[in-house]
């Protein structure tokens, strides 16, 4: 997948968390959790809010997973409603 495809995804994805101010749990790549709201981010680095401000590089991000399921358009087709999960997984440790 080239870089510029995977912006197409990954933007808004991450701008829709910022907007909707949709809370996160972050897995970096060591297996450290981070939780928070996504305040601001750009090609290289996510900026994490919650009781203070983390500026997380992307390259250490393993995965991103928001409380509750969020709708993101692909290119100029909208994912069809039915393909997303109902109900996400409870965190064990929450």
């Known amino acids: 997948m080239n870089q510029q495809r995977g912006a197409a995804l ?3 994805f991450l701008n829709i968390l910022r907007k909707e ?3 996160v749990s972050i897995y970096l790549v060591n297996g450290i ?7 601001s981010f ?7 809010r919650n009781s203070v401000s983390q ?8 995965t ?3 409380s509750r399921a969020v709708r993101v ?3 100029n087709d909208d994912m069809d409603p039915q393909d997303l999960p109902q109900d996400l997984p409870q965190d064990p440790e929450e």
């Open 10 to 12: 990954q933007d808004p």
């Open 21 to 23: 101010r949709i809370p």
């Open 33 to 39: 959790k981070l939780q928070g709201q996504v305040e």
């Open 42 to 48: 750009d090609p290289f680095v996510v900026l994490l």
């Open 55 to 62: 500026l997380i590089y992307k390259h250490a991000i393993s």
């Open 64 to 66: 991103i997973v928001p």
């Open 73 to 75: 358009p692909y290119g």
